[in-house]
Antibody, heavy 117, light 110 residues
Framework: QVQLQESGPGLVKPSETLSLTCNVSGGSITRDYWSWIRQPPGKGLEWIGH???????NYNPSLKSRVIISLDTSKNQFSLKMSSVTAADTALYYC???????????WGQGTRVTVSS | QSALTQPASVSGSPGQSITISCTGT?????????VSWFQQQPGEAPKLIIY???YRPSGVSFRFSGSKSGNTASLTISGLQAEDEADYYC??????????FGGGTKLTVL
């Protein structure tokens, strides 16, 4: 069974770049689609974007200018970089495995990121 | 791309059936059957309970069913149980090749 685990700094300063990694175990990253999804405190889910097994990406238009999702097949992991963060980017960030049409057959436990000076 | 529209809350008594609606547009729900539903218990990651509008993943209770008509998808939970109390989110693939979530619905079991 595929398992996902997010990692990265829990605190990021405003205007800096948020960087998270999702380690995938129990399955290969060279298949399926790999998403980042976030949830601000007390609010709903927001799809950030995904990357396919072949490296193709799609992003939420509202975040597209600040986001890059990449794949590292040698480490069986994928990453999220979000630039110019503000307090509005404070959220629980999940990584998930799915298909282009369905984001979350498997989810990580989530990692909390706070944007604050 | 706007979020899909869900009621903020629904409630029902044990044993009853409830339905949660999810309204989109002709560019998402109305165009594809690629609607998924997620259940999120407090403090936990979401769990996929319906995919492709109608289908349950292995291990999901038969009490959960999905349907779609036009630009609206629905999740029905029959034989409501206390353990069903959670937040529910719909999600749809769109003609822009992106995914969009609904705002979420809080289910209270009375």
């Amino acid at each position: 069974q595929v398992q996902l685990q997010e990692s990265g700094p829990g605190l990021v300063k405003p205007s800096e770049t948020l960087s998270l990694t999702c380690n995938v175990s129990g399955g290969s990253i060279t298949r399926d689609y790999w998403s980042w999804i976030r949830q601000p405190p007390g609010k709903g889910l927001e799809w950030i974007g995904h990357i396919s097994y072949s490296g193709g990406t799609n992003y939420n238009p509202s975040l597209k200018s600040r986001v890059i999702i990449s794949l590292d097949t040698s480490k069986n992991q994928f990453s999220l970089k979000m630039s110019s963060v503000t307090a509005a980017d404070t959220a629980l960030y999940y990584c998930a495995r799915g298909y282009a049409s369905t984001p979350g057959y498997s989810w990580g436990q989530g990692t909390r990121v706070t944007v604050s000076s | 791309q706007s979020a899909l529209t869900q009621p903020a809350s629904v409630s029902g008594s044990p044993g009853q059936s409830i339905t949660i609606s999810c309204t989109g547009t002709s560019s998402d729900i109305g165009f594809y059957n690629y609607v998924s539903w997620f259940q999120q218990q407090p403090g936990e990651a979401p769990k996929l309970i319906i995919y492709d509008a109608y289908y349950r993943p292995s291990g999901v209770s038969f009490r959960f069913s999905g349907s779609k008509s036009g630009n609206t998808a629905s999740l029905t939970i029959s034989g409501l149980q206390a353990e069903d109390e959670a937040d529910y989110y719909c999600c749809s693939y769109t003609t822009s090749r992106i995914l969009v979530f609904g705002g979420g619905t809080k289910l209270t079991v009375l």
